[in-house]
């Protein structure tokens, strides 16, 4: 059992790593002010980055996907239940907050940015990771 | 060691002690952090504390905007648009035929429009001017610029007032107004307006609103209050 929840946490620190490299990017094209690289070419990175909805009280969202993956991935290197609590809070927020700005691109921007995408796929998969640290905790324990 | 974890729940007491109650506990937190992000989301979006910066935010909501320039930069067609703030023929354009050109052909990526800012009409134009500017260093030119001809007043009657200029920064969505009124002072404001000039006298402009189209096709130029569908032969024919 222990040794199940060690890959779970592996793969849930690796997945954060990956978040971790999407969001610098995005928080770097940000301040860089330059035109983020989309998959296709379609622009649709570009317009997602500088719609107003890229950032909140003038932090850049990708900024908060910063602190995000920063705190799923000491929530992956913490061991006893409080790494697995707050890995499964934290990935449950970004799950939301995900859906929420999927919506924004699809129905207010009409624009999809495909590191978004892969951000929030990244956080479902996190949850999922998460979810199972949980379960597992739990017959640990009981 | 499975002994002693199963005596820690009841040392803890509390919402501890139970793991459902725990996880009901943080999914609700979870549910109010993400209501929370989205609501102050919100702030940043096409609203503004004005009708006409609601209006605003949803006519530029989704088009790349960098400094002057609105529309992706990879647009094959580009509209240099010569305009000054107190020329009512300008505020005419941007209130009557700019809305049209913006949703038929920037939202789609066919044409992106500079706006080339010139202050020949008198010395109120020049603080109107910088304030665009620095709007646009915050990528916030045109909800700005649209604002400014929304509340347009009459021509050099001193209505381009600091408070007049501030309370379009209010009114303009996602802009920093601490920021601006910095960038308001700043040289790159000032040499942004010198070069807007100077483009303006080496292109012959010498009215507003001028627009010269430029694309694969050549150059053309409409001079004053042009409709949509002159526009969108311009944009044919240089295209």
């Not at chain 2, 790349?64 to 505020?91: M, R, S």
């Not at chain 2, 789609?108 to 010139?118: A, D, I, N, R, W």
């Not at chain 2, 009124?181 to 807007?196: H, I, P």
Request: glycine share 12%; with cysteine.
């Amino acid at each position: 059992m222990k040794g199940r929840q060690r890959g779970i946490r592996f793969v849930l620190g690796a997945l954060a790593v990956v978040g971790l490299l999407i969001s610098g990017y995005l928080s770097w094209v940000h301040y860089m002010g330059v035109t983020p690289v989309c998959v296709g070419g379609s622009g649709g990175c570009e317009t997602v980055q500088t719609s107003s909805y890229a950032t909140i009280l003038g932090v850049p969202v990708a900024v908060l996907g910063l602190v995000g993956y920063s705190g799923l991935l000491l929530s992956a290197l913490l061991r006893g239940e409080i790494g697995v609590y707050l890995g499964f809070l934290l990935a449950l927020v970004g799950v939301l907050f995900s859906a929420y700005l999927t919506y924004l691109e699809l129905f207010v921007i009409h624009a999809i940015c495909e590191w978004c995408v892969a951000s929030a796929t990244i956080m479902v998969a996190a949850l999922i990771c998460a979810t199972a640290e949980v379960y597992f905790s739990g017959t640990q324990t009981s | 060691m499975n002994a002693r974890r199963k005596n820690r729940p009841s040392q803890q007491g509390g919402l501890l002690s139970s793991p459902r109650m725990l996880l009901v506990l943080l999914v609700g937190v979870a549910i109010v952090v993400a209501a929370l992000l989205a609501v102050l989301s919100q702030f940043g979006g096409p609203q503004g504390s004005s009708a006409s910066g609601k209006e605003v935010g949803e006519l530029y909501s989704g088009i790349p905007q960098k400094g002057t320039t609105l529309g992706k930069g990879d647009a094959p067609v580009t509209i240099y648009l010569y305009e000054d703030f107190q020329c009512p023929v300008c505020g005419q354009f941007s209130r009557e035929t700019l809305p049209e050109v913006v949703d038929r052909s920037v939202r789609g990526g066919e044409v992106k429009v500079v706006s080339e800012p010139l202050t020949f009409i008198g010395s109120d134009s020049v603080p109107a001017a910088r304030a665009a500017l620095a709007a646009g260093e915050q990528n916030r030119y045109w909800p700005y610029a649209h604002l400014l001809f929304e509340n347009q007043g009459q021509e050099n009657s001193g209505y381009v007032t600091d408070e007049f200029l501030k309370s379009q920064a209010e009114n303009t969505p996602g802009l920093d107004v601490g920021e601006w009124s910095s960038d308001l002072k700043g040289s790159s404001v000032t040499q942004q307006l010198q070069a807007a000039q100077a483009k303006a006298q080496s292109a012959g402009v010498n009215a507003t609103p001028t627009l010269i189209f430029s694309g694969p096709g050549g150059q053309t130029k409409l001079v004053g209050l042009p409709d949509y569908d002159q526009i969108s032969q311009s944009i044919a024919q240089v295209d």
